[in-house]
C-alpha cells in the first residue's frame, strides 16, 4: 500500500497546518475575547503567550517526528520517501508561520 494512499500520511502532510490554524484561531479569538471583556493588560498578553508558546512547541515537535513519516514502506515505494520530504518541508514551513503570526503579540499594543 503506498503511503499517498493511507489516511495517515496525508495526516502528516497536513499536521504541521493544522496546529497553525489552530494557533491563528486561539490567538485571534482570545485576544476578541480579552479586548472584549477589558480583560487586564497583561493577563491577556500572559494568555496569548501561553497560548503562542504551546503551539510553537507542538509546531517544532512536528518537525523531526514527520521525518519519520515515510520510514517502515517498501523499499521500491517512490511515495513514501515523497511523503516523507514533503511532510518534513510542510511541517517547517507552518513552524515558521505560527512563530510569524504569534509575533505581533510581542510587538504591538493589545487592545486600542
Known amino acids: ?3 499517498l494512499s ?3 500520511g496525508l495526516l502528516w502532510l497536513v499536521g504541521g497546518f493544522l ?3 489552530s494557533a ?3 490567538l485571534y479569538g482570545l485576544h476578541a475575547i480579552g479586548c472584549t471583556y477589558a480583560w487586564d493588560a497583561s493577563t491577556l498578553r500572559i494568555a496569548l503567550l501561553g497560548a503562542w508558546v504551546g503551539h510553537v512547541v507542538l509546531a517544532g515537535a512536528l518537525v523531526p517526528l514527520s521525518r519519520r513519516a515515510g520510514r517502515g514502506e517498501r523499499p521500491d515505494d517512490r511515495g513514501a520517501g515523497f511523503v516523507a520530504r514533503a511532510s518534513l518541508v510542510l511541517s517547517a514551513a507552518a ?3 505560527t512563530i510569524w503570526i504569534g ?3 510581542l510587538a504591538y499594543p493589545l487592545c486600542r
Do not use: K, Y
Request: glycine content about 0%.
Open 6 to 8: 493511507r489516511p495517515i
Open 1 to 3: 500500500m503506498s503511503a
Open 19 to 21: 496546529v497553525w490554524s
Open 95 to 97: 513552524l515558521a508561520a
Open 24 to 26: 491563528f484561531l486561539v
Open 103 to 105: 509575533l505581533p503579540v
